[in-house]
């Protein structure tokens, strides 16, 4: 573990706790951990934070996972082909990260984010409000295969703004309620994280230490906010998305232009 001021960690821990909190209600974890990963560790450690980052996530990910299972079950039907699509893609993705360049596709994701920000502003899930969270409608098991090993190689090679992009296709391709889409979301996340760190830890590109200290305060934010999220519903996980994603929208748009 490298040599970490205690001012420099206690604001890691407390990054972990506030993305643990961010992902388990809407995505946009990763906004808040992995660049605080990226400022506090030397650069010639960047790869190591993405494997800390992903050690820190899956922490949060599955109590946040296992929390909503109990209220909100994702439907199996989706879920469990996309998380095989999207384990098998994270660890593509992960296994080209150190050759990709992710500037290339900022400007790309940025256009992204807004079309969807937009779309979900102007046209608030109309189709989707007269599901019950227990209702699910129908499709083909090749559309949550192809969303998942598409979103999941996302994750692997770039990660921030995985959780906002799959909830919103949770819920403007497959129809479901935000809160069973939220729900969802995070079983996905578990295996790609998953597949992630196997990559990163064969290549040792894990801080186990600080990961898993992270990961403590990341499951901890995780179970608040699946609570909150059950407790009150699909209008307050909407909320928290769209204000997550302007946030990766600003963030990335200083990145890129500023």
Do not use: C
């Given at each position: 573990?490298?040599?970490?001021?205690?001012?420099?960690?206690?604001?890691?821990?407390?990054?972990?706790?506030?993305?643990?909190?961010?992902?388990?209600?809407?995505?946009?974890?990763?906004?808040?951990?992995?660049?605080?990963?990226?400022?506090?560790?030397?650069?010639?450690?960047?790869?190591?934070?993405?494997?800390?980052?992903?050690?820190?996530?899956?922490?949060?990910?599955?109590?946040?996972?296992?929390?909503?299972?109990?209220?909100?079950?994702?439907?199996?039907?989706?879920?469990?082909?996309?998380?095989?699509?999207?384990?098998?893609?994270?660890?593509?993705?992960?296994?080209?990260?150190?050759?990709?360049?992710?500037?290339?596709?900022?400007?790309?994701?940025?256009?992204?984010?807004?079309?969807?920000?937009?779309?979900?502003?102007?046209?608030?899930?109309?189709?989707?409000?007269?599901?019950?969270?227990?209702?699910?409608?129908?499709?083909?098991v090749l559309l949550p295969i192809t969303v998942g090993a598409s979103l999941g190689f996302y994750d692997g090679a770039?990660?921030?703004?995985?959780?906002?992009?799959?909830?919103?296709?949770?819920?403007?391709?497959?129809?479901?309620?935000?809160?069973?889409?939220?729900?969802?979301?995070?079983?996905?996340?578990?295996?790609?994280?998953?597949?992630?760190?196997?990559?990163?830890?064969?290549?040792?590109?894990?801080?186990?230490?600080?990961?898993?200290?992270?990961?403590?305060?990341?499951?901890?934010?995780?179970?608040?906010?699946?609570?909150?999220?059950?407790?009150?519903?699909?209008?307050?996980?909407?909320?928290?998305?769209?204000?997550?994603?302007?946030?990766?929208?600003?963030?990335?748009?200083?990145?890129?232009?500023?």
């Open positions: 573990m490298p040599d970490l001021d205690i001012s420099v960690l206690i604001l890691l821990l407390l990054a972990a706790l506030a993305a643990g909190w961010l992902d388990a209600v809407g995505g946009g974890g990763g906004l808040i951990q992995l660049p605080s990963l990226l400022l506090a560790l030397p650069q010639s450690l960047t790869v190591s934070a993405l494997g800390t980052n992903k050690l820190s996530s899956i922490i949060g990910t599955t109590a946040a996972a296992a929390t909503y299972a109990r209220a909100v079950p994702p439907p199996r039907q989706i879920v469990r082909p996309m998380m095989v699509a999207a384990f098998v893609g994270s660890g593509a993705g992960s296994l080209v990260a150190s050759r990709l360049n992710p500037e290339v596709f900022r400007p790309i994701i940025f256009f992204m984010l807004v079309a969807m920000w937009l779309f979900m502003v102007i046209n608030p899930t109309a189709k989707v409000r007269g599901l019950e969270d227990h209702e699910v409608p129908q499709h083909s770039i990660g921030p703004g995985f959780g906002a992009f799959l909830l919103l296709s949770l819920v403007n391709i497959f129809g479901l309620s935000f809160l069973r889409s939220s729900a969802t979301a995070k079983f996905v996340n578990v295996a790609t994280n998953f597949a992630s760190i196997l990559v990163f830890a064969a290549a040792g590109h894990v801080i186990w230490i600080l990961g898993l200290a992270m990961g403590g305060f990341n499951l901890l934010g995780g179970v608040v906010g699946s609570r909150m999220a059950i407790r009150f519903g699909s209008g307050f996980v909407r909320g928290v998305l769209l204000t997550a994603v302007a946030m990766l929208i600003v963030r990335l748009g200083f990145s890129i232009w500023g």
